[in-house]
């Protein structure tokens, strides 16, 4: 007898699934050494070497996202990155999964995948370490929990919904917005009845409990999370305009326009549909809320590849005629868009000295650059820390003990952390967002590599710091066009004065008070 075969069964749509998924994940894979880590990534990988149930700007989920990534992968780009593409990955199989519970097929799937493995705004994300691609996925992993509930009237899933929410709490705060349009849309809708239900109280204890050590240590901290956000409006948000914001909607996934729009439009209007009207009512919300509290305009991101799906599932049902010539518009004008868009703002594939459209770019200061600012956030900073490698071991064994190193903002130090954690270089100092918990609060070491940028800084550092040490010698200034931060500057100061220390002293105090 010959022996019997394992056969997967796997059906046409499921592969459909896994193919789109696969691809998403090479994409990143294959461009993951085109750019740097962006700037916030080191601070995230230095809250990883400092793991606690928070931090001044963020939960403490992607710090133990990165801890797990350098564990698996070592001190590498490529591990910090690999997460976010497995998650942009995993976001294709939901997606799927949405597609099958509303009752769509092939067409639908392959739509709604192209329209999100096409999008240059989730290129981008999951080309990034940070908690913002781990937080569309949990957007669209409750989204589809939603659409389980009502469709099958299943009030038990609140328990999950519950057990989401806490997580992607624990990710960003930002999912507040998303279950807030939710829960004000769900009123308006026919599904009210289910906040009767038991399982609605048992999920608010479970949510609760879930973000219950965050909270308490925002409150053990003085809620640092809502200084932090008092200094974002006062320095970012202020910036943000309202037309810019209305735009941008249209812009961030112009490859799927026709896509999310028709679905709006049915999901709000069209009465054979109404009931999902319940989706469309969230984006409304979701966008008043973000304009009333001055939202930057990628908050909306985690929304759209909802409206991908029904976009798609409205095309497959409704459009009978001229269906091969539907789709291969819809198909051939994504791949057009994206290459629009990739000439534009061409991260993960298009490096800084690629970008045609000079003068285009509007940052967070309100002035508008040459380059994307996350494109040149990306840039610069191996090369600082391998500087500020060089001149610590340059000190000799005997000084290893006998050098801080003192950073303007957490970028810096964090790169310098992540370059130098194979020597065993010192913690980093830094007056800037969490390092400030990890700082002494005092100095007493004869060395000082002082790291100065101009960001935002009016420092003079030339002639400041020889009144604060003996001596003072320029090493290394960055020279980058292409960095935010072109002209940084690296000295290698030694032995501070008194006034240098009580300076420190002080400075750090006030800083630390303010988490007290």
């Known amino acids: 007898m010959k022996p019997a075969r394992l056969r997967l069964n796997i059906s046409a749509e499921w592969q459909l699934i896994l193919i789109f998924a696969l691809a998403k994940l090479l994409i990143h894979f294959f461009t993951v050494s085109n750019f740097e880590l962006h700037r916030d990534a080191y601070l995230y990988y230095a809250q990883s070497e400092h793991l606690a149930w928070g931090y001044v700007s963020v939960p403490p989920s992607i710090a133990v996202i990165g801890k797990l990534a350098t564990s698996i992968f070592g001190n590498t ?4 990155r690999f997460f976010p593409a497995l998650i942009g990955a995993l976001n294709l ?3 799927g999964l949405f597609i099958k519970e509303l009752g769509g097929k092939k067409k639908a799937i392959v739509l709604a995948s192209l329209a999100y493995i096409l999008s240059p705004s989730f290129l981008h994300t999951n080309a990034l370490f940070q908690p913002v691609a781990f937080n569309h996925f949990y957007w669209l992993l409750s989204g ?5 509930m009502i469709s099958r009237n299943n009030p038990k899933i609140w328990l999950w919904i519950a057990v989401v929410f806490g997580f992607a709490f624990l990710n960003k705060y930002s999912i507040v917005f998303f279950y807030a349009a939710f829960a004000f849309s769900l009123i308006l809708s026919k599904y009210r009845y289910l906040y009767k239900s038991r399982y609605f109280i048992m999920a608010l204890v479970i949510g609760l409990t879930i973000i219950s050590p965050n909270l308490f240590w925002q409150y053990e901290n003085s809620w640092p999370v809502l200084q932090h956000m008092t200094e974002l409006r006062e320095t970012q948000l202020i910036h943000v305009r309202t037309s810019d914001f209305i735009i941008a909607q249209f812009l961030m996934n112009i490859q799927a326009l026709l896509i999310w729009i028709l679905a709006l439009i049915i999901l709000l209007f069209y009465r054979k549909e109404k009931q999902y009207r319940l989706f469309g009512y969230i984006y409304i ?5 973000l304009l009333a509290g001055s939202g930057k305009p990628y908050y909306t991101l985690g929304i759209y590849p909802i409206l991908f799906v029904f976009g798609s599932y409205f095309i497959e049902k409704y459009v009978k005629k001229y269906t ?4 291969s518009f819809l198909v051939i004008s994504m791949f057009f868009s ?6 534009v703002d061409g991260i993960p594939f298009i490096t800084p000295d690629k970008v045609n459209n000079k003068g285009a770019f509007r940052w967070e200061d309100g002035v508008d650059h040459d380059i994307p600012q996350d494109m040149a956030d990306m840039t610069g900073w191996k090369e600082i820390g391998e500087v500020v490698k060089e001149i610590y071991i340059s000190l000799g064994e005997e000084n290893e003990d006998n050098c801080d190193i003192y950073c303007y903002h957490y970028g810096q130090a964090g790169a310098v952390m992540f370059y130098g954690k194979e020597i065993g270089i010192p913690q980093p100092i830094s007056p800037n967002g969490s390092f400030v918990f990890w700082a002494p609060d005092s100095i007493s070491k004869d060395y000082v590599i002082y790291i100065h940028s101009d960001l935002g800084n009016d420092i003079n550092p030339d002639t400041r710091l020889p009144q604060l040490f003996e001596k003072v010698t320029l090493i290394k200034t960055i020279d980058n066009k292409y960095f935010r931060e072109n002209g940084t500057k690296i000295y290698l100061c030694k032995s501070p004065n008194d006034k240098a220390k009580i300076f420190y002293k002080n400075m750090m105090k006030e800083l630390k008070d303010n988490y007290r």
Request: hydrophobic share 65%; net charge positive.
């Open 324 to 327: 091969s010539y539907v789709y």
């Open 338 to 343: 994206l290459y629009v868009s990739l000439s």
């Open 285 to 289: 919300f979701l966008i008043l809320l």
């Open 77 to 80: 780009v490529f591990g910090l």
């Open 93 to 95: 199989i939901i997606i």
């Open 144 to 148: 589809y929990l939603i659409l389980r």
